[in-house]
């Protein structure tokens, strides 16, 4: 998170990852950590990061392609597909650890 948000902010945002790592581990579900920042801003059709994508706060409607969605459901898919990208850069190996008990660290995805 970045350091412009307020100290409060960041802690309860650390705090809360803090809570769904452990429970995932608790009950053995795969958490995957990705980087969040543009997934409002890109399309999921054509990969497309526009702030102007955004005309409100509900609605998604990309620039260059004109897909349009609901701006969560856009954002959800965006996430959504970097954490299975992020799952199939994952090394293999025979004596890596049960998927399942894995904390993943996704790689970024930051556009600058
Ligand atoms: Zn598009």
Excluded: W
């Amino acid at each position: 998170m970045p350091k412009a948000y307020p100290e409060e902010l960041r802690s309860a945002f650390a705090q809360l990852g803090s809570f769904l790592t452990y429970k995932a581990a608790r009950h053995g579900v795969l958490l995957l950590q990705v980087n969040a920042a543009y997934t409002g801003q890109q399309c999921s059709a054509c990969g497309h990061i526009d702030r102007k994508n955004r005309p409100n706060k509900a609605e998604f409607c990309c620039r260059r392609c004109g897909f349009s969605l609901g701006a969560d459901r856009n954002a959800s898919i965006n996430i959504s597909r970097r954490a299975t990208t992020s799952l199939r850069l994952q090394p293999t190996s025979r004596t890596r650890p049960d998927r399942q008990k894995l904390e993943l660290q996704a790689r970024s995805f930051r556009v600058e």
